[in-house]
């Protein structure tokens, strides 16, 4: 059997490290499309190394665009990767432009489309990942839920026969990492001088946050108000928003700081006393270090976090200031992200299906 991967950012890197050894242990013949939607080599090339993802086969190098410009220049590009390889599958990730893309071309050349991360929803139609998320959902046929919340989602819209639920491959990747360098210092830590549990990780990159100068600003206004140090880790769209707009990103107690390589950025979060984040992957990856997490979008697709008590939804200003400082909320052994086999799950379900 045949499988095509395609991944074009940082959050698919991740859920393809596991995918990728998964494969191999099963004896798939697996194939690797980047589509080159994040192009900054900390972005990209260092998560393939750093994670012991093999190179990809195909590296289509999109770049930045708007976003029907980048789902139009990877839907056009992916017709010549798909005639090449001829896949049995073509197995997406997620919610960026290039999962919508690839999962058309393929859908458009009557090839299985599997979605990993299928069912998650926001309810909030004006962010283009819910967007991606709903129309890959409708035309896969095969939708890798990792919640049981995520089926249900998914069943509501008439999909259950589709729907397997596999458990999160981030829970998969994220366990490996994190006890690789538990017993490491952090490195934004050691770099800036910062005691383990004195300082919060941050991470502000989606457009309803950095695309209104206003907006933005009180973002960066109430983190640099926090009680403590708040290492902004600025990815190089927040970086370019802030010069356009006029906006220090040091002020207060908010320091810049460049993005990390994936072990750099476990080790650092498991070593602070919060996460501050608009991602989606973050506030995930924050509970399943259980580090507190305060997510500034007024919704979340992983509810869990929220009604477990270990993220809160914010708006910017006080309420955001305030969520940072926020005492550590109890302990809990739950696990609504499965238990760090979902890759192989997913490699069994494409072999039997």
Known sequence: MKILSVVGARPQFVKLAPIAKAMAAAGVDHVICHTGQHYDPMLSDVFFEDLGIPAPDVHLG?????????????????????????????????????????????????????????????????????????????????????????????????????????????????????????????????????????????????????????????????????????VLLAHPRLVAKCEAHGLDINQGNLRSHAPLAYPDLVASCLKARGIVTDSGGLQKEAFLLRVPATTVRPETEWVETVELGWNVLVEPGDALTAAATRPRPEDTDEQPYGDGNAAERVAAELLRA
């Open 62 to 230: 999109v770049g930045s665009a708007s976003h029907g410009k980048q789902t139009g220049g990877i839907l056009a590009a992916m017709d010549d990767v798909l005639a090449e390889h001829e896949p049995d599958w073509v197995l997406v990730y997620g919610d960026t432009n290039s999962t919508v893309a690839a999962a058309l071309a393929a859908v458009k050349q009557h090839i299985k489309v599997a979605h990993l991360e299928a069912g998650l929803r926001s309810f909030n139609r004006r962010m283009p990942e819910e967007h991606n998320r709903v129309l890959t959902d409708h035309c896969a046929d095969l939708l890798l839920a990792p919640t049981t919340v995520a089926a249900e989602h998914l069943e509501r819209e008439g999909l259950a026969e589709r729907t397997i639920v596999v458990g999160d491959v981030m829970t998969d990747v994220l366990y490996q990492v994190r006890d690789a360098v538990a017993d490491k210092p952090s490195p934004i830590g050691a770099e800036l001088g910062l005691e383990d549990g004195t300082y919060s990780v941050a991470t502000i990159h989606r457009a309803e946050n950095t695309d209104d100068p206003q907006r933005l600003a009180a973002v960066l206004e109430s983190l640099g108000r926090v009680d403590h140090p708040v």
